[in-house]
């Protein structure tokens, strides 16, 4: 059993950046691959980014890359979403993510660990 609970969020302006963490129970953190996704209203939940266990793998969605970076840190079981370059688009709850398989997979379905989720808003 994990338990993932996600910090950082909160209004950023256009062009800024924040910061994600998500800090995980348990002694088996470095097993699991982690991931973020995020769901902006009336939208339908999205994939984000995810990261391998061992932080060798990284992959982003296209609305990302280059302006998002993923990391973890197994020693202090906490993975990070750097997000830089922020548009109002990027207005969601971003949620934290694990599962035990490293495939980079983007359907939310096939993650099995789930944090509460942090409100991150772009204002123009």
């Known amino acids: 059993q994990v338990q993932l609970v996600e910090s950082g969020g909160g209004l950023v302006q256009a062009g800024g950046s924040l910061r994600l963490s998500c800090a995980a129970s348990?002694?088996?953190?470095?097993?699991?691959?982690m991931g973020w996704f995020r769901q902006a209203p009336g939208k339908e939940r999205e994939f984000v980014t995810a990261i391998s266990s061992s932080g060798a793998y990284k992959y982003y969605a296209d609305s990302v890359k280059g302006r998002f970076t993923i990391s973890r840190d197994n020693a202090k079981n906490t993975v990070y979403l750097q997000m830089n370059s922020l548009n109002p688009e990027d207005t969601a709850v971003y949620y934290c993510?694990?599962?035990?398989?490293?495939?980079?997979?983007?359907?939310?379905?096939?993650?099995?660990?789930w944090g509460q989720g942090t409100q991150v808003t772009v204002s123009s």
């Open positions: 993510v694990a599962k035990r398989v490293s495939d980079g997979s983007t359907s939310p379905a096939a993650y099995d660990y």
């Open positions: 348990g002694r088996t953190f470095s097993r699991y691959a």
